[in-house]
């Protein structure tokens, strides 16, 4: 438990992005290939899906739902302990749509290349109306990546410009670094792709100012991400629909810090229609909470 006000950790969080664990060089997850397959978080998965399954029945007489097999993917990585988990290492390594999980990469390469400022800066709405009403409104990074407002960055894409969206993308090392398809929507509909692990790799590079972006650019992100805040850990995350991909696909990915540790977790699952979005948070907090991470 944390001895100190929610407000002085709101305060003091981005200082422990840097000073949680002091490693003494980086290593890469794929490189270490220590990883462990648990099946029995499947077990999770599956039980959400009846459920969301029987609540759409809606019947006098519900019909018994034959369990359906787990069709996602959770990994966590300790830091402490250099060691990673998932429940399905094939599909943790398989690549698909990073959707709005891009908005991490594409916020980074905005600030490095001056498109961006800084978190206070006003984008204005361009006066359309939208399905989403937030998303009808002026935004700052931190509100754009809160609600995850896809107008703002395709016009974060577009003034950043293809030449330096592909170099910046290498420079990440991220995913596939594949940019192909239209410049302002390749990561809801073009080639690139990027798996769990793969994730878990950036997030941890971003978590130790080990992306090749300055500290300021990286601190800004990481202060955007803000997603929960307590007494025991703070959650830094961002969510994904790839509604354009067959099967849609929702992503939940971050890292909980807590006192001593930091845990990343990235999950994918395939989400037939939008009354699954929110099973993306819920699947992974049954898990972090199944595994003693958080509470």
């Given at each position: 438990?944390r001895?100190?006000?929610?407000?002085?950790?709101?305060?003091?969080?981005?200082?422990?992005?840097s000073?949680?664990?002091?490693?003494?060089?980086?290593?890469?997850?794929?490189?270490?290939?220590?990883?462990?397959?648990?099946?029995?978080?499947?077990?999770?998965?599956?039980?959400?899906?009846?459920?969301?399954?029987q609540?759409?029945?809606?019947?006098?007489?519900?019909?018994?739902?034959?369990?359906?097999?787990?069709?996602?993917?959770?990994?966590?990585?300790?830091?402490?302990?250099?060691?990673?988990?998932?429940?399905?290492?094939?599909?943790?390594?398989?690549?698909?749509?990073?959707?709005?999980?891009?908005?991490?990469?594409?916020?980074?390469?905005?600030?490095?290349?001056?498109?961006?400022?800084?978190?206070?800066?006003?984008?204005?709405?361009?006066?359309k109306?939208?399905?989403?009403?937030?998303?009808?409104?002026?935004?700052?990074?931190?509100t754009?990546?809160?609600?995850?407002?896809?107008?703002?960055?395709?016009?974060?894409?577009?003034?950043?410009?293809?030449?330096?969206?592909?170099k910046?993308?290498?420079?990440?090392?991220?995913?596939?670094?594949?940019?192909?398809?239209?410049?302002?929507?390749?990561?809801?509909?073009?080639?690139?792709?990027?798996?769990?692990?793969?994730q878990?790799?950036?997030?941890?590079?971003?978590?130790?100012?080990?992306?090749?972006?300055?500290?300021?650019?990286?601190?800004?992100?990481?202060?955007?991400?803000?997603?929960?805040?307590?007494?025991?850990?703070?959650?830094?995350?961002?969510?994904?629909?790839?509604?354009?991909?067959?099967p849609?696909?929702?992503?939940?990915?971050?890292?909980?810090?807590?006192d001593?540790?930091?845990?990343?977790?990235?999950?994918?699952?395939d989400?037939?229609?939008?009354?699954?979005l929110?099973?993306?948070?819920?699947?992974?907090?049954?898990?972090?909470?199944?595994?003693?991470?958080?509470?």
């Amino acid at each position: 438990m944390r001895s100190f006000a929610i407000s002085t950790v709101l305060v003091m969080s981005s200082l422990l992005a840097s000073s949680i664990i002091a490693a003494p060089t980086f290593a890469s997850t794929a490189a270490k290939k220590e990883w462990q397959e648990t099946r029995s978080w499947d077990a999770i998965f599956t039980q959400h899906q009846v459920e969301q399954q029987q609540a759409k029945q809606q019947q006098a007489k519900p019909q018994k739902t034959k369990p359906q097999q787990a069709s996602g993917v959770v990994v966590l990585w300790n830091e402490n302990k250099q060691q990673g988990y998932t429940n399905n290492l094939k599909r943790a390594n398989q690549g698909f749509l990073p959707a709005s999980t891009f908005k991490i990469p594409n916020s980074l390469i905005a600030l490095e290349l001056g498109v961006v400022k800084d978190e206070h800066q006003v984008f204005k709405w361009d006066g359309k109306s939208r399905d989403i009403a937030t998303w009808n409104r002026d935004h700052n990074l931190i509100t754009g990546m809160k609600y995850s407002v896809v107008p703002v960055y395709q016009e974060f894409a577009r003034q950043i410009g293809e030449a330096r969206m592909s170099k910046m993308i290498a420079s990440f090392d991220y995913g596939n670094e594949d940019i192909s398809g239209n410049l302002d929507s390749f990561w809801l509909d073009g080639g690139i792709r990027i798996s769990a692990t793969e994730q878990i790799d950036f997030l941890r590079r971003l978590y130790h100012n080990k992306i090749h972006a300055s500290e300021r650019s990286q601190r800004i992100v990481k202060q955007a991400m803000l997603t929960e805040a307590n007494g025991d850990y703070i959650i830094r995350a961002k969510t994904g629909y790839a509604v354009r991909a067959e099967p849609s696909i929702g992503w939940w990915v971050g890292w909980v810090e807590l006192d001593d540790n930091v845990w990343f977790f990235a999950m994918n699952m395939d989400i037939p229609d939008a009354a699954g979005l929110p099973l993306r948070q819920a699947i992974t907090k049954e898990v972090l909470k199944l595994e003693h991470v958080i509470p």
